[in-house]
Structures are given as C-alpha cells and as structure tokens.
C-alpha cells in the first residue's frame, strides 16, 4: 500500500483533515494555488458504535470507480489533524462513476500497513470538469461489524416508526429507501407468510433518505397489504402492487407512491392487475415504458406484463402450469445484450415447495424453463443475488417444506453465460439451513445473506436466527487460483466467529446495499422469549463488510 500520485492533465483533489481526538473526520477546502477540489469528505462517525481510530495506524484516501485501472491513494500515519489529499486524479467521463473510500488500517511489527481495521465510502458519482465540487457525509465505522443506523445530521439512532414483516422495501433513483405496508406477528405457531397470519396489516409508508439517513413518515398507502411488491421508477415514484388484503386474500389493486413534492405526495390508484397476486414477484424491464413482469402469486400459475399507462397486456400461463409464490425473480444482461432477462427460481404451490426454474426473454417476450431443476432441490422464501463481476447467480437457501420445519443451506450457482446451474457444486454452501433470510451484493463481489430462520444447533428447533453467512472471494497466489468461500457466524469449529451476529435473531427481514458499500437490514420478527411466540424487530441495522 505505498501512496500514488497521477500527472494527468484534469485534476482532482480532495482534501480529509483529522480534527478530534474522539476521531471525527471533516473535510477542507483547497487552498490557493492547489488543484481544483471534485469531491469532498466529511466524515462522521456513530457515537453508539465501536470507535472506529481504536487500533488505527494509517489512514489511506483512495479513489476508485469506472475508467481507472487501478485506484489512486494516498497514505500517511493516522494522528489527530493529520492532513489528507489526492491530487491529479482525472476526471471521469460522461457516464462513468467515481467513489472516494477513506480507510484505517493497523500496523505490523515493523511499522507497516497491516489489517484493514475501519472504512467508510463515498456514493458513486460523476466527477465531470467544470463541475460544482461535491460534498459527502461518510459514515466510518469499523469492518466486519454491525450498528444502529444513526442520521448524518445528529448522529440520532434511527428505528422503523412501525414494526414490520412482509413488508417492501425499494430503493428509488431519487434518493430514497421506501418501506411499505406489511404486518405485525405475535403468535407462536403463526403462518407469517399466509395472508391470515397477521395480527395488524399496515398501510403505512416511511421513507429513508439516503443522503442524510434520517427516516421520516410519509403518506400511507390507499390499501393496506403484505407480501406485495414495489418497483421504483426513475422518477422517485414506486409502483406498489398485490398482496394480501385486509381480508387474508391476494388482491389486485396497484397503487402509486408519490415522493414529498410530486403529485402532492398522496398515493394515486392505478389499473389493476390482471388477476389477484401476493407472494409473487415484479421485475421492470424496461424502465423508458415502465413495463413490469409480473410473475406467479395467482391461483392459476401465471405471469403478465403490465404498465401504469396500459394496465395489463394480458395473461400467461407459466411454463409448468404450476401455482408459484414466494419464488425469487432476478435481474441480469445476457452477455452482449441491452435488454434484461430474468430468472425465476423456487417458490411453492398449494401442495409443494418447487425445484424448478424458469427464464423471461424481454426480447421474445416468453417464458421459457431452464433444463434443469436446482441442484440443490426445492426451496421456498430463498435469496437470490447477481454477482454481474463473475456471471454468476446464487440461489442461496429457503425453506423446504410448506410449513417452514425444514431449510436447505445450498447454494446453487446460476451461469448467466450458458443459462445453466453449476453442476457439482454441492460443497459451495452456508453453514445454517435457513429460510426467510435477506440477501445483498456487498463490495469486492462479497454477498451477504443474514437472518431468517433455522436451526443452531442442528436439531435443536426451527427458530428465528441472528447468524450471518458471507460469500467471499480471495486470490491463492501460490497457486494462481481465485477461491470463493463462505464465512459464517455460526462456526462451532472455530475459536472465534469470521463474521459477526445480528444486534438481534430476526426472520423475514429485509436487506439493501447502500451506495456507500454498507448492508441495511429493515424490519422481520425476532422469538418472545417470554411467550414463545414472535416479537417485532424496530431497529434499522447497517453491516460493514469486509
């Protein structure tokens, strides 16, 4: 890690200065005659986290992101008032990305760079010449642990204003995480993935701004409902649609949420869908028409295309006839493609938990199956992340049996090249069976899935989880070989844990990558300890990973 410098012609500077001994971070302006200023730090850090300087040694500023072979970095010895800069980086084109990452590493034996101690990153931006310099709030925290989320403004903590499972959360263009609808579960032995098996179903709406993290109410949805979906526009707008309705039943009413500022901000009803759906998927294909795939969650076993101009374009059935809900629908480019597929996976009818697996062609508008069921066998209520780096899908997880007594820990590995799982792949797999969980696409191609519910030990009970499992990738330089692993929380045969637990076990939560590399984990259910039954988790959770 030695400090690198650029001689390119189009300058851009940032400026870091160290200026409490309790190790906040704030940035400074360039002074005369120093380079133009592109982008600027102000870094905080959470007053009920670890300090994140305890063990620091060296402080590293680095610039990565489209267009750069390799990053650009400065590193100096971390003290209080220490200055930091980068300068001569160039600019980025038109449609390129940059990313300031501010980093703390210990020192070895002799006074080197050592471990990767704390880190906290910009959003991705254009850093175009001639451009008005931009500011950042960075939180830095410590790697591989997780804290309350707290607002960039007060260092506030920030929980839900309402408990809840089964709820959406979609992360808009305008700079928003929307949390819609959902339930509360209290009863032991309640079926929290049916439409009865809610005590309250909400029709509220909260929002998180992205820039300062700060959650806030927002006006509540024209229908209450849960396992429905969310689909963000390009416009802030989120379409919401299905689920369960105050009657236990899947409805098809759709709805449109309006960010503060836009169509007055009150939700605005829309055309409904073809049939009635819940525990289904909604995928936007094409985002300058606004046409979202629709998939399963009907009594029949099919998929629509809609749009909020059009309504539907009518009603297909699926390839295998079958019934499906609380499958997973994932988004990714053909190679040498601009138009999406998607893959469906999973899922369950009445009767069965389905190992099959299907692919929507946006071009040819059909859907076709893949030859051949996941090799893991059927799931339900499982995750499902692209890695766009590797081509690569995992299928990770979920429930093997329709009344959530048993999981599956495999992870099947979907080739976005050849349309096909892995095969042979059977030790590539979490540590936990568990269904339920969250999923998200970290940085360095990690994925991290979290929570839900298994059992740990094995055999000892079908519960919710605090556990995390981390796909990870690492280069044995020895042998020229990229390895890809799986480090767990629950790890009995280790002195210590890899990754850490959960604050608080929790099922059916949900999980977003933020902009800044951190994994956000919203809402789910965690055990009463007292009733045995389930208690609601309010806290907004943020992971730093590796």
């Not at 730090?41 to 986290?49: I, R």
């Not at 809900?325 to 998607?342: K, L």
């Not at 990770?396 to 892995?422: P, Q, W």
């Not at 608080?504 to 055990?527: H, I, K, N, P």
Request: a negative charge; charged letters at 15%.
């Amino acid at each position: 890690m030695n400090p690198m410098h650029s001689n390119a012609r189009t300058p851009l500077a940032a400026t870091l200065s160290a200026l409490a001994l309790v190790g906040s971070l704030a940035a400074c302006d360039s002074g005369p005659g120093t380079p133009p200023t592109g982008l600027q730090l102000h870094v905080y850090s959470s007053p009920l986290a670890a300090n994140p300087y305890d063990g620091v040694a060296f402080i590293r500023l680095l610039m990565d992101g489209d267009g750069l072979v390799q990053p650009y970095s400065q590193v100096v010895a971390y003290a209080p008032g220490v200055q930091l800069s980068l300068d001569g980086v160039p600019f980025s084109k038109a449609g390129e990305k940059r990313q300031l990452v501010i980093e703390g590493w210990s020192a070895n034996q002799v006074g080197q760079p050592a471990a990767l101690v704390s880190r906290g990153r910009s959003t991705a931006t254009e850093v175009l010449p001639g451009g008005v310099p931009q500011s950042f709030e960075v939180l830095f925290a410590r790697v591989n642990q997780f804290q309350q989320l707290v607002s960039s403004a007060d260092l506030s903590p920030q929980s839900l204003l309402e408990s809840r499972v089964g709820h959406s959360v979609t992360q808009t263009p305008a700079g928003e995480l929307v949390i819609a609808g959902g339930g509360t579960i209290s009863v032991a032995g309640t079926e929290w993935w049916k439409g009865n098996g809610f005590a309250i179903l909400r029709k509220s709406v909260e929002a998180i701004d992205t820039a300062s993290l700060q959650i806030g109410s927002r006006s509540p949805m024209l229908v209450p409902r849960a396992w429905h979906t969310g689909t963000a526009l390009g416009s802030g707008q989120v379409i919401l649609a299905g689920g369960y309705g105050s009657g236990g039943e899947p409805i098809r009413d759709v709805e449109l949420y309006n960010p503060p500022g836009v169509l007055d901000g009150t939700a605005k009803p829309l055309q409904p869908l073809s049939v009635a759906r819940a525990g289904h998927t909604a995928t936007l294909i094409d985002e300058s028409t606004r046409v979202i795939l629709f998939v399963g969650g009907d009594s029949a076993g099919t998929w629509e295309l809609w749009d909020p101009v059009n309504g539907s374009q009518g009603v297909h059935a699926l390839p295998d006839s079958l019934p499906r809900r609380h499958h997973a629908a994932t988004t990714f480019y053909p190679v040498g493609r601009t138009e999406p597929g998607v893959l469906i996976t999973g899922g369950e009818s009445d009767g069965a938990v389905l190992s099959t697996a299907m692919l929507y062609d946006s071009v040819a508008q059909n859907m076709v199956p893949v030859g051949q069921p996941m090799p893991s066998g059927a799931r339900t209520q499982h995750a499902s992340v692209l890695v766009p780096a590797r081509n690569f899908i995992y299928v990770a997880g979920g429930y093997t049996a329709l009344n959530r007594s048993s999981a599956t820990a495999g992870i099947d590995v979907f080739d976005t090249s050849s349309y096909g799982f892995i095969q042979g792949n059977e030790g590539f797999r979490m540590r936990t069976a568990r269904g339920g969980l969250a999923a998200t696409l970290g940085p360095n191609n990690t994925v991290v899935f979290a929570g839900g519910s298994g059992s740990e030990p094995a055999g000892a009970g079908i519960r919710p989880l605090a556990s995390i499992e981390v796909v990870y990738e690492y280069l044995d330089a020895l042998n020229g070989v990229l390895n890809i692993e799986v480090a767990s929380s629950w790890n009995p045969e280790a002195t210590a844990a890899v990754v850490p637990y959960m604050p608080t076990e929790r099922v059916g939560l949900r999980a977003v990558a933020l902009g800044d590399g951190m994994t956000l984990l919203v809402g789910g259910a965690a055990t009463d300890g007292a009733t045995g039954g389930y208690t609601m988790v309010q806290p907004l959770t943020l992971y730093n990973p590796l």
